[in-house]
């Protein structure tokens, strides 16, 4: 009997993401410090490819400052959470985070200074790398900013301020390295207030900018809502519009907007005519012409709405986020069982539905509230909001954290790819040789594998190589292996051998997905 030495190791691996919507995990924390401190209104952005950023207000070392985590496509995150901003002066009252396809981010927050004694509104720039280099102080005196950046790093602040008595809605643009490119005013001039802007910025550096107005009729307050649309040299594309139809209340506008410059906004409303509340959506092309009219994409069923937030991914479709509250009188009675809670619905490009509205937070303890979210270029997405369900208390108080929850929607399939390799001489007495399959836990469907070898014209099938197991349901880690013995038969010829390995469809060996060969001796 002859003694066969193989020199080579096959390690096969494929990736293949799913068609369906589903979180890749439970939600998780963000924030890392938890004990008796307040960690609260988060903010999000992410990357095209899928990268994101999470910021948040929050009162460690008994400072009032604002914190911030990276993570990459896969949720993993980059490194700890770092520090913003931490001032003992600065009492920080809103939080905006905008994020572009090179992985460069601005956050910018308005705040009350107590070393100037004055309203202010603060931005920081920070590169790929992660260190900020530019900071920038906005405006003095103004509030609420919101913040979209372009493809090129270029960025928009706007902001609400008071000016003779009445509050107006304005704006900055910024180049990528923070020099002040222009400063306008948004709203047209008017004797009542605009207030609570938010704005949305397409990939070529084309923006709109939403607000409320707070319009008077026989000394019957209306809130409505208006926007403008800005070229990407943030000159108008044409006078500001009223957005909605209805002359109830609206309030709480959100935009988002795709690469190709179609936008859809979004708001809190009550329609007088038919007495149904709940969140509005009105989309438009590029050219800021209405497509089709305004709808309501999620329904008051009982539980009072807030806190709207929106994402939109490349082509236009979209995701909407909400809080939904409780009766008053019970807390129970809630739509997530205690209290508040998350939900979201997700939409196509033309506003129609994809599913039904969903339960973001699976953890329901108490109170969740003030989401946000954000959309890769493919229709990922990643919700975050603060909550009280951890329950960290003292003396009786609750104190509020930071979570988050992914979710993979991406219709489109990368296709596996198999790698074989050697490792060095092998030496198998017993003749088995052992098949390392590495699987990757975000694949969503099944797949066969096959093997074979080849040797001088003779084409040779091992019946243990017919179909490889596997593994098609994997759950915690992001990776698992799966190790294959087969038996090489004591019979066969010495000589050069070409080893072949293809993933295929399931139940359709003809649909090829990947597919690799190794030659190897046994001697």
């Known amino acids: 009997m002859k003694n066969h030495k193989l020199t080579t190791l096959l390690i096969i691996s494929f990736l293949v993401l799913p068609f369906l919507v589903y979180p890749d995990s439970e939600e998780f924390m963000v924030n890392e410090y938890l004990e008796y401190v307040m960690q609260y209104k988060p903010d999000t952005a992410m990357s095209p490819e899928g990268d994101f950023i999470i910021t948040w207000l929050s009162g460690v070392d008994g400072g009032r400052g604002i914190l911030a985590k990276k993570y990459d496509s896969y949720v993993d995150p980059y490194s700890k959470e770092f520090t913003v901003n931490r001032d003992l002066e600065l009492i920080t009252t809103a939080l905006s985070i905008a994020m572009n396809d090179l992985d460069e981010y601005v956050i910018v927050w308005g705040c009350y200074d107590g070393n100037i004694n004055q309203k202010v509104v603060y931005a920081k720039k920070f590169p790929d790398n992660g260190y900020p280099v530019f900071d920038v102080t906005v405006q003095d005196f103004p509030g609420y900013p919101s913040s979209a950046m372009d493809g090129e790093g270029n960025f928009v602040v706007t902001y609400e301020n ?24 948004v709203s047209s001039d008017s004797p009542y207030n605009r207030r609570s802007p938010s704005v949305a910025m397409s990939k070529n550096g084309n923006f709109v900018v939403t607000w409320e107005n707070y319009d008077y009729e026989d000394d019957i307050l209306f809130r409505k809502v208006s926007a403008k649309l800005y070229d990407q040299n943030a000159d108008p594309v044409d006078e500001e519009f009223l957005v909605n139809t209805d002359q109830s209340s609206q309030s709480k506008a959100r935009p988002a907007m795709s690469d190709n410059g179609d936008f859809v906004i979004i708001w ?200 490889l197991p596997v593994p098609t349901e994997l759950e915690d880690e992001k990776f698992d292996e799966t190790i294959v013995e087969i038996k090489l038969t004591e019979d066969r010829p010495v000589g050069t051998y070409t080893f072949y390995a293809a993933i295929t469809e399931h139940g359709n060996p003809e649909n090829v997905l990947g597919f690799d060969h190794v030659t190897v001796s046994i001697e």
């Open 162 to 185: 008071k000016v003779d008595s009445e509050y107006g809605i304005y704006a900055k643009k910024y180049d990528r390295e923070c020099n002040l490119m222009k400063s306008f005013k």
């Open 268 to 467: 809190l409303g009550y329609s007088e005519e038919d007495d149904t509340s709940g969140i509005y959506a009105q989309l438009y092309d590029a050219e800021g012409n209405m497509k089709g009219i305004e709808f309501l994409a999620c329904k008051y069923i009982g539980f009072p709405m807030n806190d709207p937030a929106i994402a939109m991914d490349s082509i236009g479709d979209f995701v909407v986020a909400w809080t939904s509250g409780w009766d008053k009188s019970d807390p129970n009675s809630s739509q997530d069982g205690s209290y508040s809670g998350i939900f979201a619905k997700r939409f196509d490009y033309d506003g129609n539905a994809i599913g039904d509205e969903f339960q973001v937070n699976t953890n329901t303890y108490l109170q969740q509230l003030d989401p946000s979210v954000a959309m890769d270029s493919d229709g990922d997405f990643v919700i975050t909001w603060s909550s009280l369900h951890f329950g960290y208390t003292q003396y009786g108080t609750a104190y509020l954290q930071v979570c988050a929850q992914h979710y993979q929607v991406n219709p489109i399939t990368r296709e596996p790819t198999i790698d074989i390799r050697s490792n060095g001489t092998v030496f198998i007495p017993d003749y088995n040789l052992r098949i390392f399959v590495t699987v990757d836990c975000r694949y969503a469907g099944a797949v066969d594998m096959y093997a074979c070898t080849q040797l001088s014209g003779n084409f040779y099938w091992y019946p243990t190589w017919d179909i």
